[in-house]
C-alpha cells in the first residue's frame, strides 16, 4: 500500500529565511510525487511534480523538490521565503496513468514570521 | 480557462438532513475525484470516476454517501441523513490523465 508522511506538522520561518519540507513516501515501483499548497480558504494548487528523469524539479513560486529513491524522500525546498507562502503544504504520491488514486499526507502548515 | 467549481461553497444543515454537493470539471477533464478534508487533517479520499469506467468508491466512508457524474461532466456528491461528524470541507478535483489535479475552491459543510 502506498502511503506519505510528512513528519512536521507546523514549520515556523522568518521572511527571507531558506525553507525544507520533508515528505518520505511509501511506494512498491516507481513512484509519481506531487507538492501541492493550499491557502486558507482555497482548493490546492500544483506546485510540481516528478514522474521521472532529472531527480530535481522546478515549480513555480519559486520552489523544488528534490526526488531520493535511496531515502524514500521528496523534500520541498525553497531558497527565500516570502509572507504570501504561508499556507498548508500537502506531498502526494501516486502511480501511473489509468486507475490512480493519489495518497496525501496529512500536511504542513508554514508559518512565516515579518 | 475556467478552473474546477462547487456550489455550493458553504452549506449549513440540520443533523438527518440530506445534502447535495456539486461540482464542475473543466472542460475535456476524463478524470473526476471527491475528497474530504476535515480540520486539520489531510485529504480522505471518497470517489473517484473516469470515463465510461465504474467509479472507485473505495473510500465512501459509508452507504450515506453517494455520488453520481452525469455526462462525464457534472458530478454531484449525496450525503444523506447527515450526522455532525460529516461536518468537514469536501473538495473536488479532475484530471486530463489521472495524474496531476486540478482542485475546485471546495463547499464547507458544516452539520448543525
Known amino acids: 500500500a502506498q502511503s506519505v508522511t510528512q513528519p512536521d506538522i507546523h514549520i515556523t520561518v522568518s521572511e527571507g529565511a531558506s525553507l525544507e519540507l520533508r515528505c518520505n513516501y511509501s511506494y512498491g515501483a516507481t513512484p509519481y510525487l506531487f507538492w501541492y499548497v493550499q491557502s486558507p480558504g482555497q482548493g490546492l494548487q500544483l506546485l510540481l511534480k516528478?514522474?521521472?528523469?532529472?531527480?530535481l524539479v522546478q515549480g513555480i513560486k519559486g520552489f523544488e523538490a528534490e526526488f531520493k529513491r535511496s531515502q524514500s524522500s521528496f523534500n520541498l525546498r525553497k531558497p527565500s521565503v516570502h509572507w504570501s507562502d504561508a499556507a498548508e503544504y500537502f506531498c502526494?504520491?501516486?502511480?501511473?496513468?489509468?486507475?490512480?488514486?493519489?495518497?496525501f499526507g496529512r500536511g504542513t502548515s508554514l508559518i512565516v514570521h515579518p | 480557462g475556467a478552473g474546477v467549481s462547487q456550489s455550493p461553497s458553504n452549506k449549513v444543515t440540520e443533523k438527518g438532513k440530506d445534502v447535495e454537493l456539486r461540482c464542475d470539471p473543466i472542460?475535456?477533464?476524463?478524470?473526476l475525484y471527491w475528497y474530504r478534508q476535515s480540520l486539520g487533517q489531510g485529504l480522505e479520499f471518497l470517489i473517484y470516476?473516469?470515463?465510461?469506467?465504474?467509479?472507485?468508491k473505495s473510500g465512501l466512508p459509508s452507504d450515506r454517501f453517494s455520488a453520481e457524474r452525469t455526462g462525464g461532466s457534472v458530478s454531484t456528491l449525496t450525503i444523506q441523513r447527515t450526522q455532525q461528524e460529516d461536518s468537514a470541507v469536501y473538495l473536488c478535483?479532475?484530471?486530463?490523465?489521472?495524474?496531476?489535479?486540478?482542485f475546485g475552491p471546495g463547499t464547507r459543510l458544516t452539520v448543525l
Open positions: 516528478y514522474f521521472s528523469g532529472d531527480t
Open positions: 478535483a479532475s484530471s486530463p490523465d489521472s495524474n496531476e489535479q486540478f
Open positions: 472542460s475535456g477533464h476524463t478524470a
Open positions: 502526494a504520491v501516486g502511480g501511473a496513468g489509468g486507475s490512480y488514486i493519489p495518497t
Open positions: 470516476f473516469q470515463g465510461n469506467s465504474a467509479p472507485d
